[in-house]
């Protein structure tokens, strides 16, 4: 990198003129490529911050529906058809996956009821499994541009402030009107990964919360439905 040209392209900013775009629109290549991938990022950020937010909250209304569906009293096989074709939510699917090997059971021509209960329990952890991945998918981006964002930001930073050490030495000139632009665009990549990883950080620790809530209500219908079957499975036998 010649000296020459880097003190040319930096010192044309002046400390009057610090305006955020003034900034970007000095700063080095590179610099510019880490902002740039920075805002990128945090758009995504908020993209997955109001995905998961509508998604958690249309599967704690399902939810919540189904459950006072389930305990009012309907009989299993009616809500079954009504659910069967198509599940719209974790603890349905739950239910429809363990109603659907209850029924493969008894309706074959030889009733395989040796080991029905162990069978619907593996169904249901299956389900649950399947139906947390649903609910984590995107999240470790959020925790990725968390954890990353910062360093990502002050990597941006440690190269423009070499850049305006460069120019500096170009110019000969030391004085704070000189050095203070070329510092402030390269904080500001820094404060870009901050803007990036701060609600990166929060969502994923709230969508986390909020995952391992729904997990532990999945398990609690999959304990309770199971011991319904169970008390049936024991009738028939």
């Not at 305006?19 to 997955?48: D, E, P, R």
């Amino acid at each position: 990198m010649n000296p020459a040209d880097v003190a040319q392209s930096v010192l044309p900013l002046t400390s009057s003129d610090l305006s955020l775009f003034t900034l970007f629109w000095h700063a080095h290549w590179i610099v510019k490529s880490v902002m740039i991938g920075l805002l990128v990022c945090s758009v995504w950020v908020w993209a997955i911050a109001i995905d998961k937010t509508v998604l958690f909250t249309r599967t704690r209304r399902a939810m919540d529906q189904f459950e006072q569906t389930f305990w009012s009293g309907q009989s299993l096989e009616e809500l079954y058809r009504t659910l069967s074709s198509r599940p719209n939510h974790s603890m349905a699917a739950l239910f429809v996956a363990a109603m659907r090997e209850w029924k493969r059971s008894f309706e074959g021509h030889a009733r395989a009821i040796a080991g029905l209960q162990t069978r619907i329990e593996k169904v249901m952890e299956v389900t649950i499994s399947r139906e947390v991945e649903r609910l984590e998918r995107r999240l470790l981006v959020l925790a990725t541009v968390g954890s990353a964002g910062p360093f990502v930001g002050l990597f941006g930073t440690v190269w423009g402030i070499m850049t305006s050490f460069q120019s500096i030495a170009a110019s000969k000139n030391t004085s704070l009107a000189v050095v203070a632009p070329g510092i402030a665009e390269a904080l500001f990549a820094t404060a870009i990964g901050l803007v990036a990883a701060i609600p990166a950080t929060i969502f994923y620790n709230k969508f986390a919360s909020e995952v391992n809530k729904q997990a532990q209500r999945l398990e609690g219908f999959a304990d309770e439905f199971a011991a319904i079957l169970s008390r049936q499975i024991d009738e028939r036998g």
